[in-house]
């Protein structure tokens, strides 16, 4: 599957972006998860929100939870994230990931996902 994150952009903080990730080449539904990660300048990659397959459960690193929300829409086989109250500390690129471990529970490193797409820049301004 090919992956291509976009939806990025300058905020304000307190402001509102919604991100995109649009799949091809297979269905989400051939993954145990799919998520968003994000990565600022000098950091290493970190989860940020994750959809399973079924698209019954979410899960969010602290930061974001009550701020972000992840969805997918899968006859458009894409996959969200809402993000409102954006902060400074926010800023960052994202990327969207499918997971790529085998097994039943949904993941958070970034080693466990694959198929990166190139990411789409948020920035913050204070």
């Known amino acids: 599957v090919q992956l291509q994150a976009s939806g990025g952009g300058l905020v304000q903080s307190g402001g509102s972006l919604r991100l995109s990730c649009a799949a091809s080449?297979?269905?989400?539904?051939?993954?145990?998860?799919i998520g968003w990660f994000r990565q600022a300048p000098g950091k290493e990659r970190e989860f940020v929100a994750a959809i399973n397959w079924r698209g019954d459960r979410r899960y969010y690193t602290d930061s974001v939870k009550g701020r972000f929300t992840i969805s997918r829409n899968t006859a458009k086989n894409t996959l969200y994230l809402q993000m409102n109250s954006l902060i400074p500390e926010d800023t960052a690129t994202y990327y969207c990931g499918v997971q790529t471990y085998y097994g039943n529970d949904v993941r958070r490193r970034a080693d466990d996902y694959g198929s990166w797409g190139q990411g789409t820049l948020v920035t913050v301004s204070s």
């Open positions: 080449g297979g269905p989400f539904g051939n993954y145990n998860a």
